[in-house]
T-cell receptor, first 112, second 112 residues
Framework: NAGVTQTPKFQVLKTGQSMTLQCAQDMNHNSMYWYRQDPGMGLRLIYYSASEGTTDKGEVPNGYNVSRLNKREFSLRLESAAPSQTSVYFC???????????FGQGTRLTVV | DQQVKQNSPSLSVQEGRISILNCDYTNSMFDYFLWYKKYPAEGPTFLISISSIKDKNEDGRFTVFLNKSAKHLSLHIVPSQPGDSAVYFCAAEAGNNRKLIWGLGTSLAVNP
């Protein structure tokens, strides 16, 4: 079982460039999440999708867009990257009525 | 405004002793609480959870206690092992919105 797979694992962008972080889960989970983790800031929710076809803003959505392409995939897009978006990004998924969320390995993004 | 607070950034204990990690919350609507463990360069992994209708949940060496009147929960690890050295996150959610709100984490070091 692959669980939650994120690509890429590492990325360096120049300010103003765009990119999409990909996330896929093979556990047939309904809910999917994107978080960012910064030093001293814990995990902050960017966007989440409670079920296929729905997305909602989290705590820090500015500068990001998401797409719940199907039940398996939930992508995060940076339209115009800024140095403040340098962070480690985690995707997670959770089944309907489930307790625990399963996380991917993370994407370490640096914007210069 | 931090709704889930872990006021101790770090904790150091001796192998075999008890580790107690604390978490406070401010939102009385939270009805489910989870603890996650995170090793460097990996995504968080689920450890243990508790519903607000309970005051204790136990799983092997790990026990979570919930004091709703004080809006406080704690994770006890007995006995502590060097492999328990990691960052521990407390998370909470309210009702069916499926959004987990996270604390900043406590870095636990278990010394041999």
């Amino acid at each position: 079982n692959a669980g939650v797979t994120q690509t890429p694992k590492f990325q360096v962008l120049k300010t103003g460039q765009s990119m999409t972080l990909q996330c896929a889960q093979d556990m047939n989970h309904n809910s999917m999440y994107w978080y960012r983790q910064d030093p001293g800031m814990g995990l902050r929710l960017i966007y989440y999708s409670a079920s296929e076809g729905t997305t909602d803003k989290g705590e820090v959505p500015n500068g990001y867009n998401v797409s719940r392409l199907n039940k398996r995939e939930f992508s995060l897009r940076l339209e115009s990257a800024a140095p403040s978006q340098t962070s480690v990004y985690f995707c997670a998924s959770r089944r309907r009525g489930g307790t625990e969320a399963f996380f991917g390995q993370g994407t370490r993004l640096t914007v210069v | 405004d931090q709704q889930v607070k872990q006021n101790s950034p770090s904790l150091s204990v001796q192998e075999g002793r008890i580790s107690i990690l604390n978490c406070d919350y401010t939102n009385s609507m939270f009805d489910y609480f989870l603890w996650y463990k995170k090793y460097p360069a990996e995504g968080p992994t689920f450890l243990i959870s508790i519903s607000s209708i309970k005051d204790k949940n136990e799983d092997g060496r790990f026990t979570v206690f919930l004091n709703k009147s004080a809006k406080h929960l704690s994770l006890h690890i007995v006995p502590s092992q060097p492999g328990d050295s990691a960052v521990y996150f407390c998370a909470a959610e309210a009702g069916n919105n499926r959004k987990l709100i996270w604390g900043l984490g406590t870095s636990l070091a278990v010394n041999p």
